[in-house]
């Protein structure tokens, strides 16, 4: 019997761009040994890392996180995408500078992981799916917890119909904290000049879930949501500390049953905050803040929205006899751990977006199908359409589409 050839395993070279907080958390995830998730045909390397400020700065974060024997270190982002070894560039800068530094490594000829959200407004996002497309590049939104397997498992379950016509979808994305104590006034959280407030942070996550659901499973051609919506103001600084989204799709998304109500127009209630919270009790256990309701019964999505570990189904009863309308007969706990180093609870799941995007490399693809262009875009213009009904205007220097145009560091 002739021997069954090796699996070829893609390498990929990545260049994170920004050094702060989110570019640690990413890079710790995708240094991690790939076996330990299961991956056995992608895998990566940080092969450059760049600071706005300083080389130091770049080579002190190489050296924290273990890179040293294959990154070198630069003081600027033009250097970075303009290292040959680099396959993808992942920016990792605030909200307000995606457009720039994604415009930045697209020109240099580089396919970009762009942090979330992916740009300030619709008009950058749409200029940023021009060049690639122009230029033949791979671009991607890296909302992280739309790879997660426990996502791609409740979109599959949803699909086949085990909770009926969806009716309705519900996700909060909130922090729960005393936003004067911790950010004061100049963080980026709350910070306008860096296109700071609840929506673009922590809204995305939310919308995100309404989206996957209401939009991503649409028959095609999908249709976008007309939007309603309410925002609370952080007095300090104008942003938005609190707010509602309420959208109406005009058709639900296409299930596999034929369950009454398939078709109909359905709605999404999307809401975030950072004085409110989704978590209080700080473990993931108090209430769910997704719920999927359908005519047979709900899924419900627990643990943080940004990074979920559990969901359950929930058959629905009939009011006169107490028995299931559909064919869920009893609550089901279905529980998907994080693995890997990186925290108490195991890796932190940004490896999966990861994979996605050397798979997509490896393939020759443009966009991911998991969340493409269209849907990235339908996202931002949403956002633009819940500032502009509250009057939240950000700096024209971090709205504009020129480039370039030079920002702070």
Known sequence: ??????????????????????????TKDLLGDPAVRGVTDVRHEVVAVASSTSAARAQKFIDDHGATATATAYGSYEDLVNDPRVDV?????PHSHHYQNAMLALTAGKPVLVEKAFTTNAAQARKLVEMARAKNLFLMEALWTRYFPLADEVRRTVAAGTIGAVQRVTADSSFGENAEEKWGTENRIINLDLAGGALLDL????????????????????????????????????????TAVLLTFPVGPAVASSSEGQGNATQGIATCGIRAGMDPDRKGTVGAPIRIQGTHGELQVFGPTFRPTTYRLVPKLDTLTGKPVGPLTEVKDIEHAIPGPGTENGGHGMYWEADEVARCLRDGKLQSATMDWEETIVIMDVMDTVRKQNGIVYPESIETTNYPVKLPS
Do not use: C, N
């Not at 995305?204 to 925002?231: D, K």
């Open 89 to 93: 560039v992942y920016v990792a800068t």
């Open 1 to 26: 019997m002739a021997a069954t050839p090796a699996t070829t395993v893609h390498t990929t070279r990545w260049g994170i761009l920004a050094t702060g907080w989110m570019a640690s958390v990413f």
């Open 203 to 242: 809204g995305v996550y939310a919308l995100a879930w309404v989206f996957q659901i209401l939009y991503h499973l649409q028959p095609v051609p999908r249709r976008p949501p007309t939007v309603a919506s309410s925002v609370i103001k952080y007095p300090a600084t104008g942003a938005d500390e609190q």
